[in-house]
């Protein structure tokens, strides 16, 4: 079985970190902290003060683990119990939840809620259900596979 390790104060501060940076975001430009749309207008951006800031918000997200490294003097421990064809099957299924729901968790999840948005319940509400069922299938009844 799969056992989940529970840390409230690293899960705390990250919530922290992340509910500063949404938001500064919106505070200083006016812009919604969803990581998919951030991705999308970095890949076309409408100008190039619109692709520098996405750049930044990339740039840390992927340098993360190098800063994680060098403060731990190790990379964070990764596993991924479940067979590497449902790790595809299961980023098609994001993608195509992203695009039929217009927005991603972090737009939704942190951003939409925060605003009072209906349909950001309504996504927020469908991924964590979707998200306990999931976990709950590949955990109990495939065994982790």
Request: glycine content about 16%; overall charge positive.
């Amino acid at each position: 079985m799969i056992e989940t390790t529970f840390t409230p104060v690293s899960a705390a501060a990250g919530g922290a970190m992340i509910g500063m940076a949404t938001v500064m975001l919106l505070a200083l430009r006016g812009n919604v902290f969803g990581a998919t749309g951030i991705l999308a207008g970095f890949l076309s951006p409408s100008s190039s003060s619109d692709w520098a800031w996405r750049a930044a918000i990339l740039a840390g997200l992927v340098s993360g683990p190098a800063a994680y490294f060098a403060f731990a003097g190790e990379m964070p421990a990764v596993e991924v119990p479940v067979a590497p064809w449902m790790v595809l099957v299961g980023g098609f299924l994001v993608g195509l939840g992203v695009t039929f729901g217009s927005g991603c968790t972090s737009g939704h999840g942190i951003c939409g809620l925060a605003r009072g948005a209906r349909r950001s319940l309504v996504a927020t509400t469908t991924f964590m259900i979707t998200t306990g069922l999931t976990v709950y299938a590949v955990r109990h009844i495939w065994g982790g596979m």
